[in-house]
């Protein structure tokens, strides 16, 4: 979705900081892109409906400048052209504004501003904050921010530069995410880690209404009453080598190379002599006396909170309910003090997710967030939180998110079952030293690429798929589903193989593909006999099964075995076939892999 940076600096070309910030920045999802720079004594803006190659072509020789900003436009209010794209000015063109969020009132504030002789040029919610800005200008671009804030309501992350002033950027925030990257003579601003990563790890995470006035040499900050306020600086340990290809034709394929790594991360330090520490994140007082679990996620994490709520009841035997993050906010929940809510976002800023937070917390119940952003808004604002140790994952096809996210949601089991001893110490133990060898498994079925590489060659020419599963192995399908869907653009239908029979069998005919995920040992007949189903009107069967499993899955017409895991953990391993299927198909069909159609990789309206 839409991306901001901004850079104020003696050291460095300002457009070529900017330029270099959108491109790190294209993985988001935009379909419009735009510069703001100090040139010849006045602010030039230049926008381009596409991508950034092309406003790189509209420029030219690249101008020399020492402050800019830009932005990515993921279009909301306005389709997307050129005029909505941003940075948006007011009627003297003295103002340069990049927004991202939703201004919810803008219509109003439009029609106020009209009257007063204003004149708007695009159809953006945006525009309405740089009239505002120019509304209340006298001398101080602060002080004009300052009182245009409480007359916006909405969602916004603001990087603002005046022609008056071309020592300066100011940035704020509410309910969006906005990061000061800090430098020596310089500094910059983001929405996006990754687009100032290879210039600094130092930032200062904004709070709402925090005001940033950065200039080359500080970057003071202040609240809404211009009283100064003192951050601490944050450091991200992520490293600008990560945020690269390295290599790989696409960062998708990366990503499903890295898991094995990610997950070593993520469980680095939580196993200690057989059992799980999680001693440094002060869970127990959330946990006390905890009777509910409401799991809430949107999309591939939604998934992986499928499989948390299998293993918490399994392991820990708490209830947990999993919901959508968008519908949870219309269930009347029956709120009472002994409930937790867990909250999983590999980006730390879906909407959706943040409302369901929120909604939660106004009722009187905690939050436990799961999250791979360090200073996300998620990360922020949950009572507590648990990072997944992923890495900046760019593609939008989340990969190596889900698997941390998974090996997050069993830590969190095994110990609520160590902690309420639910489970026979022995018994735990073994699962515990299971999962910390998960990553070996995970190594072991990337060799299965070209195998599945083989399979993609075969049917990336279908219209339609079939994914089944059950249980753990449901979840599975699921996510099996929703990543060919979003890259390959093949209908995928996920079904729980026992419910074909009520329905969707139908739609089962000659040579469709289904894709089954067989990994729950007990239930392996169950799965068989839906196999048995399906082959007998026509389908074609590709099972991801384990290798103890083959003899018993001997009629499918395809195997991709994985390696023999503990059912419980399989998740983690049988996934990774089914990405890297959709990966292949994906590239087959010769579609923009890591940047798929109409998709964002961070989901910030609801
Ligand atoms: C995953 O492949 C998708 N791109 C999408 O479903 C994603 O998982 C979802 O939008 C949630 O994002 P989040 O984890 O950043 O909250």
Known sequence: MCGIIGYIGTDRNAAAVVLDGISKMEYRGYDSVGIGIWLDNSLQIQKKNGRLADLVEALGELPVSNIGIGHTRWATHGIPCEKN????????????????GIIENYAHLRKQLTAEGHHFSSDTDTEVIAHLVERYYQGSLEDAVRKTLPELQGSFALTIMCQDEPDKLVAVKKDMSLIVGL???????????????????????LEDYELAELTA??????????????????????????????????????????????????????????????????LDELFEGINKIYMVACGTAYHAG??????????????????????????DILWQPDQLMIVISQSGETADTLSALRHAQRNGVKVLAVTNVMGSSVARDADRVIYTHAGPEIAVASTKAYTT??????????????????????ELKKLINELGEIDNALETVLHQEEKVRELATQYYNVQDTF???????????????????????????AYAAGELKHGP?????????????????????????????????????????????????????????????????????SVVPLQTFAYYMSVLRGNDVDKPRNLAKSVTVE
Not at 95 to 100: L, M, T
Not at 188 to 203: F, G
Not at 217 to 237: Q, R, S
Not at 405 to 426: D, N, S
Request: proline fraction near 5%; aromatic fraction near 6%; include cysteine.
């Open 217 to 282: 040499d500080k970057v003071k900050i202040t609240n809404l009453k211009g009283e100064p306020v003192t951050k601490e600086t944050f450091p991200i340990n992520w490293d600008q080598v990560a945020a690269e290809k390295g290599g790989y034709e696409h960062f998708m394929l990366k990503e499903i190379h890295e898991q094995p790594t990610a997950v070593r991360e993520t469980l680095r330090g939580r196993i200690k002599d057989g059992r799980i520490d999680l001693a440094d994140l002060e």
């Open 85 to 100: 794209a941003h940075p948006h000015s007011d009627c003297t063109g003295r103002f340069a504004v990049v927004h991202n």
């Open 405 to 426: 996210q998974l090996v997050i949601m069993y830590l969190l089991a095994l110990y609520l079952a160590q902690e309420r001893g639910t489970v026979p110490p022995a």
């Open 306 to 331: 499928m499989v948390g709520r299998m293993a918490i009841e399994k392991l820990a035997r708490i209830p947990v309910e999993t919901d959508i993050a968008s519908e949870f906010r219309y269930r």
């Open 183 to 205: 430098g020596e003579g310089e500094n910059y601003v983001t929405s996006d880690i990754p687009a100032i990563l290879s210039y600094t790890n130092q930032v200062y995470i």
């Open 505 to 573: 069998l139908a739609l089962i005919s000659d040579g469709l593909p289904v894709l089954t995920v067989i990994t729950q040992d007990q239930l392996v007949d169950k799965a068989m006999s839906n196999v048995k189903e399906v082959k007998a009107r026509g389908a074609v069967v590709i099972a991801i099964c384990k290798e103890n499993l083959q003899e018993a899955c001997q009629e499918c017409d395809e195997k991709v075995l994985i390696p023999d895991v503990n059912p419980l953990l399989a998740p983690i391993v």
């Open 467 to 493: 994914f089944l599963g059950r249980s753990l192995d449901h979840a599975v399908a699921m996510e099996g589903a929703l990543k060919l869907k979003e890259i390959s653009y093949i209908h995928a239908e």
